[in-house]
């Protein structure tokens, strides 16, 4: 597994510690599964099945298609902000209780850590709102954002292949 992974909408993306993106799309499957089946629309298998599997392997890291407009990203969206709400709730999450979000069915979120800060996730719920609402400012020439690590929003340098 991974300790990096990469968010990306429409050509546009940062790199994220696989930790932390787990953890906030694993609360983001926690609060889909909150909302009653009547309230649930024609969207929601596919966004909660995405996000559950990138919760769970987070090696796939978050691409969220450009096709993914109106319903699609507007539940997204409502979801990420919520978990970031819940996460900021508190300070910190143990490796047991993300273990135990049992709205992933069998596969659990394995951290790496026995507990971990949530400002980091928090950062990182933002930044990906942000990159949702194509309003991600973008990374210094050459570099890549780097998001979800402790303290604070780090760039990486780019590799040209």
Same mark, same amino acid.
């Given at each position: 597994?991974?300790?990096?992974?990469?968010?990306?909408?429409?050509?546009?993306?940062?790199?994220?510690?696989?930790?932390?993106?787990? +953890?906030?799309?694993?609360?983001?499957? +926690?609060? @889909?599964?909150?909302? @009653?089946?009547?309230?649930?629309? @024609?969207?929601?298998?596919?966004?909660?099945?995405?996000?559950?599997?990138?919760?769970? +392997?987070?090696?796939?890291?978050?691409?969220?298609?450009?096709?993914?407009?109106?319903?699609?990203?507007?539940?997204?969206?409502?979801?990420?902000?919520?978990?970031?709400?819940?996460?900021?709730?508190?300070?910190?999450?143990?490796?047991?209780? +993300?273990?135990?979000?049992?709205?992933?069915?069998?596969?659990?979120?394995?951290?790496?850590?026995?507990?971990?800060?949530?400002?980091?996730?928090?950062?990182?719920?933002?930044?990906?709102?942000?990159?949702?609402?194509?309003?991600?400012?973008?990374?210094?020439?050459?570099?890549?954002?780097?998001?979800?690590?402790?303290?604070?929003?780090?760039?990486?340098?780019?590799?040209?292949?």
């Amino acid at each position: 597994m991974s300790r990096t992974c990469f968010v990306e909408f429409n050509g546009a993306g940062f790199w994220a510690f696989s930790d932390s993106l787990a +953890v906030l799309l694993g609360q983001a499957v +926690v609060v @889909a599964e909150e909302i @009653a089946a009547d309230r649930r629309s @024609a969207a929601f298998p596919d966004v909660v099945d995405q996000l559950r599997a990138s919760a769970v +392997v987070p090696d796939l890291g978050l691409f969220v298609d450009v096709g993914w407009r109106g319903d699609r990203l507007d539940l997204l969206l409502r979801l990420i902000e919520e978990a970031n709400r819940r996460l900021g709730e508190r300070e910190r999450v143990t490796a047991s209780e +993300v273990a135990g979000w049992t709205t992933l069915g069998d596969d659990v979120i394995e951290l790496r850590r026995d507990a971990m800060d949530t400002a980091p996730v928090i950062e990182l719920g933002q930044g990906v709102l942000q990159l949702l609402r194509e309003s991600l400012p973008p990374a210094p020439r050459g570099m890549w954002w780097f998001y979800g690590v402790e303290g604070g929003r780090q760039t990486i340098v780019m590799r040209t292949v």
